[in-house]
């Protein structure tokens, strides 16, 4: 009996821990083999500034590592010469329902990314949609339960949001980026809980409400009115670029906030150190493209 009295009472984060339920995914990367910054196509980028293409691989090798701990299963893609950014595999697409709507660059540097990424889907037993409209991706389509959120304001075209809901047969909500900062909506908004439509448990996202516009916000705290808002220091770091399985959130190891946040609401956060790949502004969500059969 006196063990029982011991044991520590359950605390509010031991009962939310307890609710989340991690779900195996298959994620897309490439390896950084041919990253370096050679033009400038966003603010994070400088090619005065030296990158060191090692050390990118090595910081990814331990990205690639963590996720098959945590036991998802991990495609890779050819890196090809002449295309720096093609690492940051979200922007290669969006794929659900063994569909995968391929992307068309803004940027005429990463024009090609977009026939070999489709080229890739193709190859692998994905039903591929070309794109009328520009998209990159992951980078703006965000699926959220049932509900995709896609942005607009820097790279994605407005039409293509038509688009995916033609292709998708899913509600599309559009959201307007509005800090050149944080030009890709997976820069600004953490999706937490990538539900199995119907099992019951409510989506949930985190995410930087200076980023959007007044309308986007309205839409935002309407949506998700239990969302983490997450603080420009962390934001800065690309801590919202984060891959999330239902309970291990893997973010930026900067993120201090950002992870004590996650802690406080149940989550597992696994910090890793993407510093390099920074450079070229990318993060964790940048060099991961779900592939969703």
Same mark, same amino acid.
Request: aromatic share 8%.
């Given at each position: 009996?006196? %063990?029982?009295?011991?044991?520590? $009472? ?7 821990? *307890? ?7 298959? =994620?897309?990367? +490439? ?6 910054? %050679? =033009? ?5 980028? &400088? ?19 963590? =996720?098959?701990? #945590? ?22 697409? @969006? ?6 709507? /391929? ?17 890739? @889907?193709?190859?692998?037993? @994905? ?22 959120? *896609? ?13 995916? !809901? ?12 509005? &800090?050149?900062?944080? =030009?890709? #909506?997976?820069? $600004? ?18 995410? #930087? ?10 839409? #935002?705290?309407? !949506? ?6 997450? %603080? ?6 690309? /801590?919202? &670029? ?28 696994? /910090? ?8 070229? /502004?990318?993060?964790?969500? +940048? +060099? ?6």
């Amino acid at each position: 009996m006196s %063990s029982t009295l011991n044991t520590p $009472a359950p605390t509010a984060q031991d009962s939310a821990q *307890a609710g989340r339920q991690a779900t195996r995914r298959r =994620y897309l990367m +490439c390896r950084p083999d041919r990253f370096t910054v %050679s =033009y400038r196509i966003n603010p994070w980028m &400088n090619p005065d500034d030296p990158t060191d293409t090692s050390l990118a691989v090595s910081q990814w090798e331990v990205l690639h590592q963590h =996720y098959l701990e #945590l036991g998802h299963t991990v495609e890779l893609i050819d890196p090809l010469d002449g295309l720096p950014d093609m690492v940051f595999a979200a922007n290669g697409g @969006f794929t659900l329902d063994g569909v995968a709507y /391929g992307a068309k660059f803004t940027h005429d540097e990463r024009i090609p990314e977009g026939p070999a990424y489709m080229d890739w @889907f193709e190859a692998n037993g @994905f039903r591929v949609v070309r794109p009328e409209f520009v998209n990159e991706g992951e980078g703006d389509i965000m699926l959220v339960g049932d509900t995709i959120l *896609a942005g607009t304001g820097f790279r994605t075209d407005p039409r293509s949001h038509d688009e995916v !809901r033609r292709i998708f047969d899913r509600e599309v909500v559009t959201l307007n980026l509005v &800090n050149p900062s944080f =030009y890709h #909506l997976d820069t $600004a908004i953490s999706v937490l809980d990538p539900i199995v439509p119907g099992d019951g448990r409510a989506a949930n996202i985190a995410y #930087l409400p200076d980023a959007f516009d007044e309308a986007s916000n309205r839409i #935002l705290a309407e !949506r998700y009115p239990d969302a983490i808002h997450v %603080s420009s220091e962390d934001a800065a770091v690309l /801590g919202l &670029n984060s891959i999330s399985d239902g309970r291990n959130v893997v973010i930026a190891a900067r993120a201090a906030g950002f992870e004590a946040q996650l802690r406080e609401r149940g989550y597992t956060p696994v /910090g890793v150190d993407l510093s390099e790949l920074l450079l070229g /502004g990318g993060g964790v969500k +940048c +060099c991961t493209l779900e592939l969703r059969g």
